[in-house]
């Protein structure tokens, strides 16, 4: 037996100024990719194991991982799939990919159906299992091609590898016993907000997986996940949905229409209205004098790596710093000029940098650089290890680090942009964030399990990036309409 499996992710913010070169997924190719596949809490890794308790031959032509950022440029999507298309092409028994479901190309708005679709013309009857990112936008392109498609049920993510069981699972099943599943999607015309996403809190998401969940226990149900989406790609399938497969055609309809009347039921609980950023500070100030022990963690949510940020929009620090907050730890900001400047001057040298702000965000307004004095606190070379819970034991890279002291504010500058995935971002740098008064993260979500311990409180401040929680921002021209909540008298029922 012969199974092609490989890991292709990357979620596309169509507003985002940054380029998706081939070099930003750091491809590794064969054998490096096998490698560092096996034992990663991913689904791809997921998916060597089941290979190997198969006894079966694998090929992993590539695992390519980029963060997120603008659209995909062409030739790197011809070359990463067409790795996986040689693999194909060899002849296989089932093919397992672990895809994100949100990749936009120069030339193509749905990557993965694309992907899929050039699969299926090579090998048509060979069993095809996907794995996707919760915050997919799911296509009927993408239904349509994959005999089994399952998204994570968790955010922030770390049942990546427990959902490439189950998509293995159900491709097993298929070869062992001839399993025909039958899949069924259903889309809302909602765009949910990313900040009404987290499964660890009571709230609409966390019920809404729920009965994800009860209704893969009932019978002839194989699979069934809710897919918030990602809104900040201008398609037309942009926004929530649900994949659900059954044992009948029949089946998945029926429960795919159910769970989407009740996501519509409670479409208003998936809106998310930014305060404003004097507002923020304010309840920020508050709690930094009220009780509890730690500092207040501020959420830079509109420059949020992790969404195609450029982490470089000086909103909140400028404001913090405006508003007479000290004790300030602020970082990552990407800054490549400014940390060279502070490689140049050296460690314990006085410094003046011109801080952010330097990535033009088409359709915002220009603002000028935070003008920063003070003294070089640390330099390093920003690789570190991630201790838990999403990626653990996975070496990263920030590219060059630089901790400028103004003695109001300790700001981690880097050369790449990074989401705050571990406390050692801070004290490989000299810093410990458990002392700082307020914490100043470019993060929506991921940092929350590993800084919301030790903060005494979270705070969501609102910035003009380009992952702004503000929908009136973005200029959609594709994306279908009416959606709520950009249209709010918006009837829909389930077909």
């Known amino acids: 037996m012969r199974i092609v499996t490989a890991r292709l992710n990357h979620e596309t913010n169509t507003f985002s100024p940054l380029a998706t070169p081939l070099a930003a997924f750091r491809p590794l190719w064969g054998e490096e990719a096998r490698a560092a596949g096996t034992g990663s809490a991913t689904a791809l890794g997921a998916f060597l194991a089941f290979a190997q308790a198969r006894g079966a031959t694998v090929a992993v032509p590539v695992s ?21 298309l040689a693999a194909v092409s060899e002849g296989c028994d089932a093919i397992l ?33 996907v794995a996707l990112d919760l915050h997919a936008n799911v296509t009927p392109g993408m239904v349509a091609a994959a005999d089994v498609i399952i998204g994570f049920k968790t955010y922030p993510h770390v049942d990546m590898a427990e959902t490439g069981a189950h998509v293995a699972r159900l491709v097993g099943r298929m070869l062992d016993e001839g399993l025909a599943p039958h899949q069924a999607w259903c889309h809302p015309p909602q765009l949910a907000h990313t900040l009404r996403m987290d499964t660890r809190v009571p709230g609409p998401m966390a019920d809404l997986v729920a009965a994800t969940r009860a209704m893969e226990a009932r019978p002839g149900i194989l699979a069934a996940t809710l897919f918030g989406g990602f ?46 950023l004097a507002e923020s500070l304010a309840a920020a100030r508050a709690a930094a004098e009220g009780p509890g022990i730690g500092p207040v963690l501020l959420l ?34 990407c800054d490549p000029d400014s940390v060279a400047a502070l490689f140049a001057a050296g460690t314990g040298a006085a410094a003046e940098i011109r801080l952010g702000n330097k990535v033009a965000l088409p359709g ?39 901790v400028l002291d103004t003695g109001r504010a300790r700001v981690l500058v880097t050369e790449e942009p990074h989401e705050p995935w571990d406390l050692a971002i801070f004290t490989q740098n000299g810093i410990d964030p458990r002392a ?14 590993v800084f919301e311990p030790i903060a005494r409180a979270v705070v969501e401040c609102a910035s003009a990036g380009v992952t702004s929680s503000d929908y009136r921002l973005f200029p959609f021209a594709k994306l279908a309409r009416p959606a709520y909540p950009l249209d709010r008298d918006v009837t829909w029922g389930p077909r």
Not at 319 to 333: K, N, Q, R, S, T
Not at 366 to 384: I, K, N
Not at 436 to 449: D, G, N
Request: net charge negative.
């Open 300 to 333: 830079d949510h509109g420059d949020n790596c992790m969404s195609g940020g450029t982490c470089d929009v000086m909103d909140v620090l400028a404001a913090c710093l405006e508003a007479g907050l000290d004790g300030i730890v602020a970082g990552p900001i």
């Open 97 to 129: 990919l672990d895809l994100h479901g949100a990749m936009v190309t120069e030339s193509l708005d749905d990557g993965e159906g694309e992907l899929l679709a050039r699969i299926r013309a090579v090998a048509p009857d060979v069993p095809l299992g």
């Open 364 to 402: 915002f307004p220009a603002q000028a650089p935070l003008a920063l004095t003070g003294r070089v606190a640390s330099l390093g070379d920003g690789s570190y290890v991630v201790t838990g819970p999403t990626y653990t034991g996975q070496r990263f890279s920030m590219g060059r680090a630089a």
């Open 436 to 449: 700082a008064r307020f914490l100043v993260l470019k993060s929506r979500m991921y940092c929350r399990p």
């Open 231 to 276: 809104s900040l790609a201008d398609l037309p399938e942009a926004g929530a949905s649900f994949v659900v497969a059954a044992e009948s055609a029949e089946q998945a309809h029926a429960a795919a229409a159910e769970l989407g009347a009740a996501l519509w039921s409670r479409r208003a609980e998936f809106v998310y209205d930014e305060a404003p």
């Open 64 to 84: 390519a991982h980029a963060n997120p950022s603008g659209p995909v440029a062409d030739d790197a999507f011809e070359a990463l799939s067409a790795a996986i």
